[in-house]
């Protein structure tokens, strides 16, 4: 049974609310432990993420009760009761699972390895969302990385509910061999628990995993719990092309970063509020972490028009006020073992680079790498937050009253699971994109403009335009996965932009993402119902 709130009176919140608070009524309260996460420097990332929700929820409650006079049978008091109740679960992790088990080294050492996985929100079954290895794995880091995919899904309407999970130790010290015993031997932890499946739970990459960890994961579930599962390809995404992966699905997250920053970059009204001219022309970049997010986002701005004058890595920065050239970065940084010490082509500099002088910041390390300490330095007028929660909830009201534009993670990086879904319709479909009508409507608009020509007898007068053009020439995987993308983004900028002006949040796009996000799952959750059983 969930614990009610008992009613209380009150005010009205705020007076930019357009949805009004009545006299007598529940009013969501921010939870007792999560009351100074807002002045915190360094907040536990799960609560700071708690905190970031349960503040959007405030804001929006009152448009929740409203939405139950759809049930006239209904008194005043229960619809206030549902609300509160469906908040209290949106706000709570259903399961959080930490594994221990031992491997034995190359050398014959004997170590114990610990692993996570967290399942947020099951509104929506698969689950969905990344690994990730790293030295700074935790029950705490986990659960906020699955309530953020929670409301990252809903927010780019992906129908996965949130998940996440990680081992905590550091790759580098590891040999390949030694990396693919601990992943399979996590995927059968995860498995005999029935945490992961192809319609429970679907990983994916995160910080330090790739393509190479997840074709070791989806082989052991083949071999394994998966050898008479159809569907079995779709126990993880981010796979090899090779093995039922999709083009795009790399560079997604840095792609969907880009295509996030140009909703907002190409919208007059927006920049105005920024006093910007539109485009990305001449606007200087400086990015933190140049890994699989960064890397690629710093590949797309530039091919926009923008200047990358800066790159913080965790060993050393580079700067460059004439432009870095992402590509040749990118190749320096892979063939010199992940590092981008020694690159030739800036300068190396010591300290971080996130106060320095630049239009734009892109955050795609870390979490919590703006905090109340450094924010009020930071010069850049807009953020691009690449990595999961990159600023603190202190942090983040520093930067607003500045008139910081931030696009706040839960969007600005959901290119990577958007694209992720497009791989996991494809294995479950069993046929890859375009495979059969793309012939056929190519074909089709070649034929009408022939015959649109040979009924007028004049030589080719009629040709496709530039924009038809490129429909049709659409025909590869990795452009009808572009052009799903796009699309996807684009609704959710328009849904982002709506709820802030609908709910005057001014530049405040996170709590505008959190809400556009929450009053989905709240439809969902509620036509359900909440289980006696
Ligand atoms: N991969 C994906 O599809 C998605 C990733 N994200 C998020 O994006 C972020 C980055 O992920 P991803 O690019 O995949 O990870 P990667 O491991 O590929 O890259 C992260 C890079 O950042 C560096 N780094 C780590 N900490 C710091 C720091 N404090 N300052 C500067 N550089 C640092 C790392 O160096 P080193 O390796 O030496 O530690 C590495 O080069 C994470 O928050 C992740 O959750 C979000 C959505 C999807
Ligand atoms: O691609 C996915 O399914 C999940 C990606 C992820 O972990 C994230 O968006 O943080």
């Not at 949106?90 to 114990?112: A, Q």
């Not at 400086?286 to 028009?305: D, K, M, P, R």
């Not at 793309?438 to 007028?456: G, H, P, T, W, Y």
């Amino acid at each position: 049974m969930l614990n009610l709130l008992k009613p209380k009176i009150l005010m009205l919140a705020s007076p930019k609310v357009i949805y009004s608070l009545s006299a007598f009524r529940y009013k969501h309260e921010i939870p007792k432990h999560l009351e100074k996460v807002p002045k915190e420097k360094d907040p536990s990332f799960s609560q700071m993420i708690e905190y970031y929700y349960h503040a959007a929820a405030q804001v929006m409650e009152p448009m929740m009760i409203k939405e139950l006079e759809k049930y006239p049978y209904m008194k005043k008091e229960q619809r206030e009761q549902r609300v509160s109740a469906m908040l209290k679960l949106m706000g709570s992790t259903t399961n959080l699972l930490e594994v221990t088990f031992p491997i034995i080294r190359g050398d014959g050492r004997y170590e114990l390895i610990t692993g996570y996985r967290a399942h947020h929100t099951r509104h929506r079954l698969p689950l969905k969302g990344g690994i990730r290895y790293a030295m700074d794995v935790d029950a705490d880091e986990i659960r906020a990385l699955a309530y953020l995919m929670a409301f990252k899904t809903a927010c780019v309407n992906v129908p996965f509910g949130g998940s996440k999970g990680g081992i905590r130790i550091d790759p580098k010290k590891y040999t390949a061999q030694e990396l693919q015993t601990i992943t399979r031997r996590y995927t059968m932890e995860l498995l005999r628990r029935n945490m992961i499946g192809p319609g429970i739970d679907v990983p994916a990459p995160d910080v330090n995993t790739g393509e190479r960890e997840m074709s070791w994961l989806v082989d052991q579930y083949v071999k394994t719990f998966g050898y008479n599962d159809v569907n079995a390809l779709a126990i993880t995404t981010g796979k090899p092309v090779a093995i039922g992966g999709i083009n795009g699905r790399t560079a997604a997250t840095g792609r969907g970063l880009f295509k996030a920053a140009e909703c907002f970059l190409n919208d007059k009204d927006w920049m105005d509020l920024l006093g910007w001219k539109t485009g990305w022309k001449d606007k200087t970049v400086i990015v933190q972490g140049f890994g699989n997010v960064g890397s690629h986002a710093s590949l797309f701005v530039v091919e926009a028009g923008a200047k990358l004058i800066g790159v913080q890595e965790i060993d050393v920065s580079l700067v460059n006020e004439n432009g870095i050239d992402p590509k040749d970065l990118m190749d320096y940084y892979t063939k010199n073992k992940k590092s981008v010490k020694g690159y030739m082509k800036a300068k190396e500099k010591s300290g971080s680079l996130l106060g320095e002088k630049c239009d734009i910041l892109m955050p795609c390390a870390t979490q919590k790498v703006l905090t109340a300490e450094n924010a009020g330095s930071v010069q850049a007028k807009m953020i691009l937050e690449g990595a999961n929660g990159p600023s603190t909830p202190a942090a983040d009201e520093i930067l607003r009253k500045k008139n910081v534009l931030i696009v706040p993670d839960m969007y600005c990086n959901a290119g990577g699971v958007t694209v992720s879904y497009f791989e996991y319709l494809k294995n479950i479909n069993h046929v890859s994109y375009g495979k059969m009508h793309v012939k056929r409507e190519q074909a089709m608009i070649n034929e009408i403009f022939n015959s649109l020509n040979s009924a007028d007898k004049g030589k080719d007068k009629f040709k496709p335009n530039v924009d038809l053009e490129r429909i049709r020439d659409c025909t590869r995987e990795a452009d009808i996965v572009d052009a799903g993308l796009q699309t996807v983004m684009e609704t959710a900028a328009e849904g982002i932009k709506q709820v802030a002006n609908e709910f005057a949040l001014c530049n405040d796009l996170r709590t505008a993402a959190f809400i556009y996000s929450i009053l989905k799952i709240f439809r969902a959750l509620e036509v359900t119902g909440i289980s006696q059983q």
